[in-house]
């Protein structure tokens, strides 16, 4: 078994970013400007968004933040959305999500510039991508296919099944798996809660995607042997074994799974750690205005 460690691919993804960065600053070029849009408190997309400006400072990236409370209403952010839509200077940006309850997070995502959604939320990305036009893919599946194409993991002819159908991991991931690309061509088969035989299904898996927000519900008679899995879940669970009293678990139990598996993703430090590689990609993307001319 070979563990696929999206830590060291995601340095190395920064590394390559930061050394393009360096071209751009020798030859007085612009350096690539992201932006976030953080509304209220919640600790966890406080966290996120420090990461990703930690992220872009590593890299070179010019990066600000416009920071609104909890109150600020619908309209107020859409005018956020449109300054920052003709704001020249920004090449990308994203309003992480969570939103308050008062909001609609879909009418916020319509609103942003798809030559500046990095995130890859708007429906006309979404629409490009699932038709193979040039588009930004959100940064799970993005991710998860740059980490198999980096381990040069063979997909074509395979079975690829996807476990959970959410609109930013399991589709857009069912969707790009069955593309005629590499990594691609598989023949894919999406689950859901309503799937019957699952565990039949998944045991016919030669690459076995994972994203159902379930702590350690892939076991060991759920695998073929010599299949790849990749473990999107991510769930903070009580320990005795650890200082804090608390430890990262993922949708696959991985003590059990790992020893059947050719390749697996850890948790932490497998799918994770590719989702700021992926944002900072996408941005460089916008910078060069690679995928809208
Ligand atoms: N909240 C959790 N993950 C994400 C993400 O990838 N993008 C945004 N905008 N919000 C998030």
Do not use: W
């Amino acid at each position: 078994m070979e563990l696929i460690d999206g830590k060291q691919i995601s340095n190395d993804i920064k590394a390559e970013i930061a050394a393009e960065v360096e071209k751009l600053l020798n030859t007085n070029s612009k350096v690539p400007h992201l932006a976030a849009v953080l509304v209220g408190e919640d600790p966890a997309s406080q966290t996120y968004v420090a990461s990703k400006e930690k992220s872009c400072h590593e890299v070179g990236f010019v990066s600000s933040l416009y920071k609104y409370p909890e109150t600020i209403s619908e309209a107020e952010l859409l005018k956020v959305v449109d300054f920052i839509n003709e704001d020249e200077e920004i090449d990308g940006f994203i309003v992480q999500l969570p939103l308050p309850k008062h909001i609609s997070v879909d009418k916020i995502i319509e609103r942003i510039k798809p030559s500046k959604d990095v995130d890859g939320f708007h429906p006309v990305n979404v629409g490009r991508m699932n038709i193979g036009l040039p588009s930004y893919i959100s940064a799970t599946p993005f991710g998860i296919v740059e980490l198999l194409k980096r381990y040069k993991i063979e997909t074509e002819g395979k079975h690829c099944v996807v476990l959970g159908r959410s609109n930013i991991v399991g589709t857009p991931i069912s969707i790009l798996m069955s593309r005629n690309t590499n990594p691609g061509n598989c023949t894919v088969t999406l689950c859901h809660s309503k799937t019957k035989n699952l565990k039949e299904i998944c045991s016919q898996a030669d690459i076995l995607i994972v994203a159902i927000g379930k702590p350690e519900f892939v076991t060991e008679d759920m695998v073929k042997d010599g299949a790849v899995v990749i473990d999107v879940g991510i769930h903070r669970v009580e320990s005795k074994l650890t200082k804090s009293g608390f430890k990262l678990i993922g949708d696959v139990k991985f003590d059990e799974v790992s020893k059947k598996c050719s390749f697996i993703t850890p948790v932490p430090g497998g799918v994770g750690p590719m989702t700021i590689a992926s944002l900072l990609l996408n941005t460089f993307k916008a910078a060069k205005k690679e995928v809208y001319k």
